[in-house]
């Protein structure tokens, strides 16, 4: 059971002057998992682009089942057997199951479909994986984690012995990254083996059987998964020591958000939520369970329907957007790209679309682009954003240096509340840190935190108390030294919120 | 074959990938030109000579590129923010009847006084053309493009209706044409004796303040960001609805005075053919330009010197002016595949 199924010998790929990969060499065993470690651009994806013949490599070459790869061709690639699962799913979303399964996989020209064979093919894999799935269901029904396993389920239609799964987990819960994790030990114990990319150490842990930590496009390390550390890990991912956040117990404040038995059309169901100055309050939860609706509610996107909410002890059931961030309330919005930035403008134009109507921007309707330069400009030093000029279009930055770039335009504000939407998602350690470290810092300052996360280390990890939110329902919140995963757990899936009442939305 | 986004587009390539654009338009249309058995090189010659060769010809390059000015602006306001005005023939011919029943004696005023209220209700009458429209969007999210497309044609028989109805001239035999505008209504030429009129400059005057207000006011600012990302947009507080029907008001006001230039500074009157289409050219002018105001006024005046040098040439040679239309639109098509190769490289692996 060792055999070599896949190697890669002395890789090299040049973009311009970035060095992407550099003299990349390993190997993957039959029926072995094996993680690729590493920050945003440190030459993860560009390997496996490669691999799959998206990139032509500039140096090196691939073998596969002992036959080399001819570079460049991705049909090849599908054909010796490797197959690829997206980070963003390939999937036509008006299609069924078993519709996107298939497509591509039959001649043009044919005139009839194989639809039954291809059915009966579909539910015997699904059951030999233990993948359930309803082939008749269209692709926009399926949860996010349903979803995934019709991309794997595509991927095992085609023959595929080899899965590069670039960055799985990356839109999935907890709960459907661990049965994604049992999904995968299942596939290994029938031979086939695993290309796990990731940045998440905990994932990479609990996975693989060996791990590659890549760095600047080098590798720098190989380890087996039983003896490494967590710490080791990060240490060669970001290549120096680091820092875990510290948070001194504070006093709290007064009341700074009230929420009274809200309802919203978008999925709040009578939640209540109270926030004081000097805390971080963290708000767990599976999306979809209305974190969304009480960001919402709070960036003053969407008005309740009833109940009432308070924000320094203000009325705030009708403020608008606009008004929000007068109030200096921050908002880091879940989804950076859609909601946080407009990608195709520069640093400057996204650094004032907060503050643009504000006097010292705005002469008589009337821009001063110099003084919003020179604010660009004082985020970028101030808040470490890496780009080559205020000019630069924010389409260009990493995922990394744009979320710098919405913490720097909406906390250099001085704000006195910060709704934090899962501000650490898509991120690599170093900048995750950066994030934590200033949402501690605003703690400090005596500023109110919501903490709205998928991930459950984080919350731990920063907040004060700790609320679950669960059909729009939010619970009474708890000290984070009261709780443990387990419970959070149980309150995620339900346990402990009383039976929705008839006007249940 | 793939598309690969260019980091940082070469000076070279931004220069020469249009140039060659350019060549491209030219050997095709010698191609056309060369099958229907004349020269190219002398077809070209006239038309040039036709669109710039003379004092005449080139002031009715410029007198024909007026409207398509306006035009051309109107789509290059609306487009920015991503909302589809394909109804400039529409806000156009509005404009037109504002000035006709304003400018033809019911406001017996002196020019300094009724050519700035003709200014004004020629621009309103534009601009409430498509604030319909955009109020749909909106309020239900009814596609503009079929609304403003459908409205050119609701308006074209409604200015009919007119023209045999109410604004019929009464001396005009029978001619479905409306009474001249006065004198005072009357946009000044010029040079003495030559059509060129002063709606050029009001032209110009309009492609600069469009300019301005694109990259100066927060209202040009806030109808970059809505047509870019209106989610963001509505996240960072903006009132995008708002700035919607603002994009509407401008853009269609701009096609509103094309219907007073041709009018006042023209024609003299309105009949059914005011325009050949302007409003529909504006779109290729807009396009042409990249969307940005000053390059309208030159693409206008390209696309004003190909339709006036084919005309001329037509006439000496043996080649039909439709030769014109083949120019136009093979420009268009060559300008944007010649901007997508400098913003893409292609790969054929």
Known sequence: MTDTVLSLDRISKRFGALIANDAISFDLKQGEIVALLGENGAG????????????????????????????????????????????????????????????????????????????????????????????????????????????????????????????????????????????????????????????????????????FVLRAGRLVAERPTKGTTRKELAELMVGRPIAEPKIEPQPHGDIHVEIRAVTTADGLDHADLTLHGGEILGLAGVSGNGQTALANLLSGLSPPKSGTLHIFGEDAARWTPDLVTRKRIARIPEDRHAEGLVADMSVTENVIAEIYREPRFNKRGFLDWRAAEGFAEEIIKGFDVKCPSPTTRVRLLSGGNMQKLILGRTLSLAPRFILACQPARGLDIGAVSYVHERLIQARKSGASVLLISDDLDEILALADRVAVIYRGRISEPLPRQQVTIQELGLMMAGHGFSEGDAHAA | MRLEPREKPSLLITIAYPALAVLAVFVFAGFLVSLSGANPFSVFGLVLKGAAGSQFALFETLTRATPLIFTGLAAAVAFRAKLWNIGAEAQLYMGAVATVVFGTGLLPLPSPVLIPILLIVATLAGALTLLGPAFLKVRFGVDEVVTTLLLNFIVILFVSLLLEGPLKDPMGMGWPQTKKVIAEAQLPKLIQGKRLHFGFILALVAAVAVWVINTRTALGYEMKAVGFNPRASRFAGMKVDRVMLKTALLSGGLAGLAGLSEVSGLKGNLTLDLSPGFGY????????????????????????GIFVGADAMSRSAQVPSYIAQVMVASALLAMVTAVMFTRYRLRWK
């Open chain 1, 44 to 211: 993860k994806t560009t390997l496996m682009n490669i691999l799959f013949g998206h990139y032509v490599a500039d140096d090196g070459s691939i073998s596969v089942f002992g036959k080399s790869l001819p570079p460049g061709q991705p049909r090849a690639a599908i054909q010796a057997g490797i197959g690829m699962v997206h980070q963003h799913f390939t999937l036509a979303d008006n299609l069924t199951v078993l519709d996107n399964i298939m497509l591509g996989t039959e001649k043009p020209w044919r005139l009839s479909s194989r639809k039954s064979e291809a059915r009966q093919r579909l539910t015997k894999l699904a059951q030999d994986f233990g993948l359930a799935i309803e082939p008749d269901k269209t692709v926009a029904e399926l949860s996010v984690g349903e979803r995934q396993r019709v991309e794997i389920l595509k991927v095992l239609y085609r023959e595929a012995r080899i899965l590069i799964l670039d960055e799985p987990t990356a839109v999935l819960t907890p709960q459907e990254s661990q049965s994604l994790f049992a999904t995968l030990k299942k596939l290994t114990a029938q031979g086939l083996s695993i290309i796990f990319i990731s940045h998440k150490l905990n994932e990479v842990l609990s996975v693989s059987d060996r791990i």
């Open chain 2, 281 to 304: 050219a504006g779109i290729v002018v807009a396009m042409l330009a990249l969307l940005h105001p000053l390059g309208v006024v030159a693409a206008a005046i390209f696309v004003a």
